[in-house]
Structure formats: C-alpha cells, structure tokens
C-alpha cells in the first residue's frame, strides 16, 4: 500500500512568487492535515481538510491556502511568498473519523526555499 | 488554547541504556489523546505511541511506553534498551476529542544514542 506522497520534494522560490504543493493521502484516508514545520519552532498548523471541506484552520495569514479534490489528495498554495514561509511542509493523513484520532500517517514532506 | 511543552531540547543515552522524555500539556477537557512521534534524520515522521485520556492503563509500544499522569497533565516517554535506530527527534502532541480538533505539537526533543 502506497504511503502519504508529496511533491515536488524540494522548491525554490522567489520572494512574492507563489507555490504549489501537493498531497496525496493513504487510500481510505478522507482527512487532510498540513503542517509548517520551520526551523526551532516544531509543527504549526496549517490546514485540515476532510471530505472536500476545509474544516480547522490554523494561525497562519490568509495567503495559506488549499483545497481538495474528489479523490481526497489535496493542494496547499502559499501566495506573495516571503522569506519566512522558508520550511518543510509536511502533509498527514489519518484512518480515524473526526470523533477519534488514531494518529497520522506523514508524507515525506516538501523543502520550500524562499529567496 | 491547547499547548504542549517539552523541557528537554536535546537529550543523549547509551545504547542499550534506558531513557525518558518528558512532555507536559495545557488543557480543560477531560476527553483527549496524546501522542509521540518519531522524526528520524531526514526521514519520515512516524507514530511511535498513543494514549486515550479517558484509559488510565499506560499505553505501551514494544520497548516504548509511556507515563500518563492525568491530573498533572504530563505524558512521558520512556525507551528501553535504546538503540541506534532510536536517534531521532521526538515530537509530542496532543489533541482534544470530538470534531475536527487540530493536532497540536510540541517543539521536539533531540535525542542522540551514543553507541
């Protein structure tokens, strides 16, 4: 069974340019988290996704964005990158409904350089 | 708002030597999981063990279990006859049930198996 994938691996930037990334979950999984994880600062949250609805949210700027699609792989775009956003974006997926958390599977994640 | 904290930003033991991680949370609800990951060296996160709130028996994990203390809100991990492989940062995490609750995590704990 094929794991959580994203791409690209790496990605380089310049500053107010914007960037794609994608995630596909585990085949089963409906449910979508990304997560920032910069440099001394952990995990932040970004996004969940689940069912094609955007359903938390987490304290990042409006130009963090994402969707997904019907077969639950999802999308998140950065806009007017700045050299902050520098991190790895990491995408998870998870086999638990929303009333029970059975932990997440993590993709490899994405490199993002601004500069 | 929920949060986590590890005092521990970096942590060392021999191998074969028993270790303990300490993580400490934030929180009002009664009802909620807690989590630690396992971030190796440019490697994928992966789930090393969960414990639900409501379940007073420690969850355990092979050489992996844990100390729940619910009323002193603290999760510890302890590794037994730690090896190489176990060097990694750990990450805990914490999440109140019911819907769409995010993840939240701590800032990780460097750890480093000296052979």
């Known amino acids: 069974e094929a794991g959580v994938t994203q791409s690209p691996t790496h990605l380089i930037k310049t500053r107010g340019q914007q960037a794609t990334l994608r995630c596909s979950p585990i085949s089963g999984h409906t449910s979508v988290y990304w997560y920032q994880q910069a440099l001394g600062l952990g995990l932040q949250f970004l996004l969940w996704y689940d069912e094609g609805e955007e359903r938390n949210r987490g304290n990042f700027p409006p130009r963090f964005s994402g969707r997904q699609f019907p077969n639950y792989s999802s999308e998140l775009n950065v806009n007017a990158l700045e050299l902050e956003d520098s991190a790895l974006y990491l995408c998870?997926?998870?086999?638990?409904?929303?009333?029970?958390?059975?932990?997440?599977?993590f993709g490899s994640g994405t490199r993002l350089t601004v500069v | 708002a929920q949060t986590v904290t590890q005092s521990q930003p970096e942590m060392s033991v021999q191998e074969a030597e028993t270790v303990t991680l300490s993580c400490t949370y934030d929180?009002?609800?009664?009802?909620?999981?807690l989590f630690w990951y396992k971030q190796p060296p440019s490697r994928q996160m992966i789930l090393v063990i969960r414990?639900?709130?409501?379940?007073?028996q420690n969850a355990t994990e092979n050489r992996f279990s844990v100390n729940f203390q619910k009323a002193a809100k603290s999760f510890s991990l302890k590794i037994s006859d730690s090896q190489l492989g176990d060097t990694a940062m750990y990450f805990c995490?914490?999440?109140?049930?019911?819907?769409?609750?995010?993840?939240?995590f701590g800032t990780g704990t460097k750890l480093q198996v000296i052979p």
């Open positions: 995490a914490f999440q109140n049930s019911g819907g769409y609750q995010k993840v939240t």
């Open positions: 929180t009002s609800e009664n009802n909620y999981y």
């Open positions: 998870a997926s998870s086999l638990g409904t929303v009333y029970i958390n059975y932990g997440y599977t």
């Open positions: 414990q639900e709130a409501y379940k007073q």
